[in-house]
């Protein structure tokens, strides 16, 4: 197989590794010479005892790419086998990705004209993904690939997904990945099943991060980006920094970034936009980018030793934790897995517990409701950006509510798709109850351990976050040692500003046609099957049967949800306590439990309650932060209210969120 007439050998001693030029949550990539031909080559080295992908879906997506012809698409050209590692060899883009470039050249966004050029260029490589019934799901500037006379390639197809697939490899898996920032609410809302206008979305994010440098939302941790992505209005071009861009680039924004997905127009739709009729060529404005900089492998260099330089500095916990979410938003990452039933569990406690969390709104994004009164007349007709308030209030409500929204991943999701008149149908992911098989699906997800254990904390329900650190270190241990690498072995134990880490299981990464799994429809009754892997459910935090073999030692009690002993949720989710506990309970008779000290408890099972317990300390502590800075905030009001927090002044609709999130914080603390 090969580009054209030409074939690549699958031979390895064929391909002279170079530098490293990025790394992904489950691939390094490296700058490469094909030696036969003497042509630079990228070679994507998967390593396979990282992926939870089993091989088959592995080497479809490998399949995949190798049959994509488009110039707009990085295709492979060949992969094979190499010591445990999946080697897929690709073309070289000798300018990295868009998100790489503005870390290191453009970290408030790029121009206008090159904004649009890459857009357009991306478009089309969507048009040709979705015509052939694929939906890319990791659209994002890290995806989007440069080549040095200004050529633009889509990349990445490890979490994309088919739109024709069925069967069991569909509902084979039961986490959603997806990088959070990126992803369209629908994915995450209960009800509505997705499809290829999930893309359109995560377009309209790309967008924004092109033009600010980063996407919206990035500087918080997953969990709050996926209630804040259903809660808030949708971001767009409303800055004052964003008088610079034209109007036309603010309709296509908004027409992107639309809640209701059939209101988002298609790729073909989008390409006639005025926006895309006035771009320029790439070579024109794309090219001239890079002009001055140094070689790609120079950048990526600097970029991870800055990385890891920001890191080393920041010693304090809730520090760290926000320089890990930035560092993994900056490398790209994509692998955030979403254990759904994990995510499931804790919105259903959210609901009950936690109302207020629905009200926490950002002051950057509270403007979003007030905004965006210019967007509304599109020449395509595009909603109003108050037009979905209705939507809002009903997102709201559902936080709040009963249906609060839960990502749910159906057993039986089926895409339906055809191909109609040679344009897709809207190939939906059904989600509907009848078609979710909870049960069966649920059972399947314990037996093959892939929910997250230990307490459900945000910080734990996107299993990397905090984590992290540790599998940073882990990769570095497993990696082996390339012929041809470079990079000094002290430097990749730092932070890698191209390497993913942490990001634990990666379970549909690789599969190009990967199910789509995540959907809504979560049912929060008692007799919910899906609750069928709780073991514990603590406060709004839950202990899942992820790691069956952790757990299955640990009597299983069900703890009423709203127990009136557990008003602390915060605290109660430290479980340590309760585990040792019944820890204690199963040791044999006779022995006191004074010797809880010299329990002869295997690390095994302590290193993970140790590693809750450090999420929960870093949680707290990022709850007291938030609170301090609303107090902060609140303060020159504060004296006018005789000590009583104020409403929040920006937003009707924020009245009282903040002493309601301060009230459920002191619950916490006090508790
Ligand atoms: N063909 C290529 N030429 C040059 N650089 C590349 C190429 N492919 C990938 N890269 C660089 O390597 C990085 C990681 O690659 P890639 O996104 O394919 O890995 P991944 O493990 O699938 O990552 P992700 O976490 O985004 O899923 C990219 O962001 C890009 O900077």
Known sequence: MGSGSRSYSANPQDYKLLEEVGYGASATVYHAVYLPYNEEVAVKSLDLDRCNSNFDDIRKEAQIMSLIDHRNVVKSYCSFVVDRKLWVIMPFMAQGSCLHLMKSAYPDGFEEDAIGSILKETLKALDYLHQHGHIHRDVKAGNILLDSNGEVKLSDFGVSASMFDTGD?????????????????????????????????????????????????????????????????????????????????????????VKDQTKRPSVDKLLKHSFFKQAKPPELSVKKLFADLPPLWTRVKALQLKDAAQLALKRMPSAEQEAISQSEYKRGVSAW???????????????????????????????????????????????????????????????????VPA??????????????NGSIAEATTSTSEKDMGTGKIKTQAVKVGKTQSGPLVPGTVLGHYLPEKGRLFERFENENQLPGEKINRDMRRAPSFSGPLMLPNRASANSLSAPIKSSGGFRDSPDDKSKANLVQIKGRFSVTSENLDLVKDIPASSVSRRSSQDSSPLRKSASVGDWMLDFKQQMPTGQSSNDSANLNVPASVIVPHLHNLYQQMSIQQDLIMSLLSSLQTAEPNDASQNGKLPPMPRSSENNGSVSKFSLHISRHLNA
């Open 169 to 257: 490899r569909q509902r084979s898996r039961n986490t959603f990945v997806g990088t959070p920032c990126w992803m369209a609410p629908e994915v995450l809302q209960p009800g509505t099943g997705y499809n290829f206008k999930a893309d359109i979305w995560s377009f309209g994010i790309t967008a924004l991060e092109l033009a600010h440098g980063h996407a919206p939302f990035s500087k918080y941790p997953p969990m709050k980006v996926l209630l804040m992505t259903i809660q808030n209005a949708p971001p767009g071009l409303d800055y004052d920094r964003d008088r610079k861009f034209s109007k036309s680039f603010k309709e296509m924004v908004a027409m992107c970034l």
């Open 337 to 403: 897995n979403f254990d759904v039933d994990d995510l499931k569990a804790q919105a259903s406690l959210v609901q009950e517990e936690d109302d207020d969390i629905a009200e926490i709104k950002e002051e950057d994004e509270n403007k979003f409701f007030n905004s965006n009164k210019d967007t509304s007349d599109s020449q395509f007709g595009v909603d109003k950006r108050n037009s979905d308030n209705s939507q809002e209030n009903e997102f709201a409500l559902q936080v709040g509510g009963s249906n």
């Open 407 to 420: 990502l749910h991943v159906g057993g039986n999701d089926i895409l339906q798709s055809d191909k109609r």
